[in-house]
Nanobody
Framework: QVQLVESGGGLVQPGGSLRLSCAAS??????????MSWYRQAPGKERDLVAA????????YYANSVKGRFTISRDNAKNTVYLEMNSLKPEDMAVYFC?????????WGQGTQVTVSS
């Protein structure tokens, strides 16, 4: 059974840091063959792309709103993708989801809540 499990969310003060993890299991192909991405969805808003990392050379992409503060990385040996989040702002508060894509087929995780508040 294909599964993505996010972890690492929680409550953090503005300016703080969190590291999200997304562990993959049950994939038909090697984890390294999947493009991975992180999305977030705040209450009443659409789900937006935050960061992505390719399957080929691990090139990252970042939304302008997080560029310079967030870092996406992957460990193919551990079937895991990470999102390092620094200098967090109240507007970063959302449920964060990871997604795996291969050949136009997407798999989503269940999400992890990130709350930024003093």
């Amino acid at each position: 059974q294909v599964q993505l499990v996010e972890s690492g969310g929680g409550l953090v003060q503005p300016g703080g840091s969190l590291r999200l993890s997304c562990a993959a299991s049950g994939f038909t192909f090697s984890f390294s063959m999947y493009a991975m991405s992180w999305y977030r969805q705040a209450p009443g808003k659409e789900r937006d792309l935050v960061a992505a990392i390719t399957s080929a050379d691990g090139s990252p992409y970042y939304a302008n709103s997080v560029k310079g503060r967030f870092t996406i990385s992957r460990d193919n040996a551990k079937n895991t993708v990470y999102l390092e989040m620094n200098s967090l702002k109240p507007e970063d508060m959302a449920v964060y989801f990871c997604k795996a894509r291969r050949l136009f087929s997407d798999t989503w995780g269940q999400g992890t809540q990130v709350t930024v508040s003093s």
